[in-house]
C-alpha cells in the first residue's frame, strides 16, 4: 500500500480537536507508517507539547511551528506542509474533523494520477442540508464525541458512489498541486478553495468525491472559532459578524481576478474587460469596480475608492490578532492587489463597457455586472454593441483564463520560517 503524507493545520484554541482527531487516526488508519505533518499556526493551549507525546504512536509525525506573532494563514500553511512531504500522495485534512475506519484505504482505493479527490463529511445540523454531504448529530463538543458510535454510523452509510464536488477534506498526488502553485495567498479569510478548484479544473485536473472516505465535521471551526454558533458567546457572535464581512471582502477579491463566482468542476472564460465609467455614485460604484480590469472614472471617485482600501486588511488582522505593526511588518508574506494601477486616464482593452452610474439599479446589475463574462462569451466577433444602458467595444474576444491557473506566493525570509520537529 503507497503510504500518504496527512496534513493538518492548526491554530488557537484547537487542541481538544487535535486530540479528537488524532484519536481517530490512531484508532482508523489501517497503518501507523503514514507520514503525519502538522502546521501549528498559533497556539495558546499547549498544542506543540501535546503533539510531541505523539511521536511515540505515530513514528513518522513531523511538526511545523510557527514562531512568528502572525499567522501564515491556512491559505500557505496547506502549501509549505504539501512541500514538507516525504510521500507523493498528500492528503489534507482540516484540525476539526474526525476519520472514519480505513480512512486511508479508502481514499487509496479510487485515487489516481492528475486527479483531486474529495472526502465525504458527516456535519450536525447548523447549515442547511445538501447533496454533497450527510447531516447527522454527534454532538459539536469534541470532549464529547463517542467515536464507536460514530464508526458504527460511518460503516452503515458507506457507499460505492463517485459524484463531482470539491471540497476538505481531499487527497491528491503533490505535484498536482504543486504545478499550480497551490493556494493564493491573496485570500486571506476565504474563497481560497474556489480559486484553487477555479485553477484546477483549467488545469484539466479531475475533480471526485467518493462517498466511502467519510469524516465527521465540527464546521467552522478555524474561520469563526470553536463556539461560533452560540447565540449567547458576545464574543463568537462579534467574530462571526466579522468574518461575515471578510467573506465579502474576499469575494471581491474573487471577482477581481476571475470577474464572476465559480466554485464548479466546469472550465470557465475569463476575458479582459475595462470600463468607461460616469456619475458620481460612490457606493454604486463600489459594487460594480470589481468587475473591471481597468477603469477610467471620476478622480474623487477613484480617491475615496483608494483611501478606503487601505482598511481592507483591518478585519482579517482583527480576526488573526494582528497588530497594525506586526501586518506592516510580515504583509510581504502574502500575495497583494495593487489597486493603484487598476485607474486610467483612457481605458483601453480587449472589450470595453461604457456606463452611468446614476442608471445602474439592482436589475441591471445582477442581470448585466455579475453576467458579464458570460454575455462577452456569447459574442462572435469583435463591433460595437448595447445592452440595456451599457454600450459595449469588442476591439478582441481573447479567453486569457488559463494564463492564470499558475500562481507564485512570496519567498518567505530565512529568519521567519517555521521551525521543524
Known amino acids: 500500500m503507497k503510504k500518504l503524507s496527512i496534513c493538518i493545520n492548526t491554530s488557537r ?10 484519536k481517530s487516526l490512531e484508532t482508523n488508519l489501517s497503518t501507523l507508517e503514514h507520514e503525519i505533518i502538522v502546521f501549528i499556526d498559533s497556539d495558546n493551549e499547549g498544542t506543540f507539547e501535546w503533539l510531541l507525546t505523539q511521536k511515540s504512536i505515530f513514528p513518522n509525525l513531523k511538526i511545523l511551528k510557527n514562531t512568528l ?48 479527490l474529495c472526502s465525504t463529511r458527516v456535519e450536525p445540523p447548523l447549515h442547511p442540508s445538501s447533496g454533497e454531504k450527510h447531516t447527522m448529530d454527534f454532538g459539536l463538543d469534541p470532549n464529547h464525541f463517542n467515536l464507536d458510535k460514530f464508526n458504527e454510523y460511518a460503516e452503515s452509510i458507506k457507499q460505492e458512489k463517485i459524484t463531482k464536488y470539491f471540497f476538505a477534506p481531499f487527497t491528491l498526488y503533490k505535484n498536482v498541486w504543486n504545478d499550480i502553485g497551490g493556494h493564493d495567498t491573496v485570500f486571506r479569510r476565504s ?24 469524516v465527521y465535521h465540527f464546521t467552522c471551526t ?9 447565540q449567547n458567546n458576545d464574543e463568537a457572535q462579534r467574530r462571526a459578524e466579522l468574518q461575515k464581512m471578510a467573506d465579502h471582502i474576499e469575494m471581491n477579491r474573487f471577482f477581481r481576478k476571475w470577474g464572476k463566482f465559480n466554485h464548479s468542476v466546469d472550465k470557465i472564460n475569463n476575458y479582459n474587460i475595462s470600463a468607461k465609467i460616469t456619475g ?5 460604484f463600489k459594487a460594480v469596480e470589481p468587475f473591471f480590469r481597468t477603469i477610467e472614472v471620476d478622480n474623487i471617485l477613484k480617491e475615496n475608492f483608494l483611501t478606503d482600501y487601505e482598511s481592507s486588511h483591518d478585519i482579517a488582522n482583527v480576526l488573526f490578532y494582528l497588530s497594525k505593526d506586526d501586518w506592516d511588518k510580515y504583509s510581504y508574506m502574502f500575495n497583494q492587489e495593487h489597486l493603484e494601477s487598476k485607474f486610467v486616464t483612457n481605458v ?29 462569451s456569447t459574442i462572435e466577433e469583435p463591433g460595437e454593441y448595447e445592452y440595456d444602458i451599457f454600450k459595449i467595444k469588442v476591439n ?17 525570509k530565512e529568519q521567519d520560517m517555521y521551525q521543524i520537529y
Open 222 to 230: 478555524s474561520s469563526r472559532g470553536k463556539n461560533w454558533f452560540d
Open 280 to 284: 458620481d455614485n460612490y457606493q454604486i
Open 69 to 116: 506573532p502572525i499567522p501564515y494563514g491556512y491559505q500557505r500553511n496547506i502549501n509549505e506542509m504539501f512541500l514538507q512531504a516525504s510521500n507523493e500522495i498528500v492528503s489534507y485534512i482540516q484540525s476539526d474533523m474526525v476519520i472514519c475506519k480505513n480512512y486511508d484505504l479508502e481514499v487509496l482505493k479510487h485515487l489516481e494520477p492528475n486527479m483531486i
Open 396 to 412: 478582441k474576444i481573447d479567453n486569457v483564463a488559463d494564463s492564470k491557473i499558475v500562481i507564485t506566493n512570496p519567498t518567505i
Open 348 to 376: 483601453n482593452d480587449d472589450i470595453i463597457i461604457e456606463f452611468d452610474l446614476s442608471n445602474i439599479n439592482q436589475n441591471n446589475f445582477q442581470d448585466f455586472i455579475i453576467q458579464l463574462q458570460d454575455i462577452v
Open 191 to 214: 474563497r481560497e478553495d474556489s480559486d484553487v478548484l477555479t485553477r484546477l479544473v483549467l488545469n484539466n485536473t479531475n475533480i471526485i468525491q467518493v462517498w466511502n472516505a467519510l
Open 13 to 22: 484554541n484547537e487542541l481538544n480537536h487535535i486530540k479528537l482527531l488524532f
